[in-house]
């Protein structure tokens, strides 16, 4: 189980990527930037395949980005995730959330055994604040069956 407090060191960091953002906007990486945009983060999109992304200049990839970013939100499959850890820690990222559905043990192993601080298991929308509608209720669900990471 993750622990909180690296869920929390995670989202103090306040510059961060998405990869898998789409071109067309109906994919959940979408939903993370934009969300995590309003909540007052400087998100970066990464997709290879598109120049924008929510009117936001958009990069290929990962050793593409225009600035260094404190942590990447990972919202692919489990087999582009165990590509694009490699391409973090040669950036030298310290932080990596595998949004659910796109973690595996691999990618995982990877990380922790080059020191990128890695949150997995877990949705980065019900823990960034302010948190509200369904994330609020998912997450006091969870704690109420004591599932909530402490």
């Keep these: 189980m993750i622990l909180r407090r690296v869920i929390n060191d995670f989202l103090s960091h306040r510059t961060l990527a998405v990869v898998g953002v789409s071109r067309s906007g109906k994919k959940f990486g979408n939903v993370v930037y934009k969300t995590l945009k309003a909540k007052g983060y400087h998100v970066i999109p990464v997709n290879a395949h598109a120049d924008t992304v929510e009117g936001d200049r958009c990069f290929p990839s990962v050793s593409a980005l225009p600035e260094k970013v404190d942590g990447v939100v990972l919202v692919v499959p489990p087999r582009e995730t165990e590509r694009i850890v490699q391409e973090i820690a040669s950036e030298r990222i310290p932080h990596v959330w595998m949004q659910q559905g796109s973690e595996s043990e691999e990618a995982i192993r990877y990380c922790q055994e080059h020191g990128i601080n890695v949150v997995y298991g877990e949705c980065v929308l019900m823990f960034a604040e ?21």
Excluded: N, T
């Excluded at 997450?139 to 004591?146: E, F, P, T």
């Design 130 to 150: 302010p948190v509200k509608s369904f994330h609020w209720a998912h997450m006091w669900a969870r704690k109420l069956v004591g599932r909530l990471p402490q």
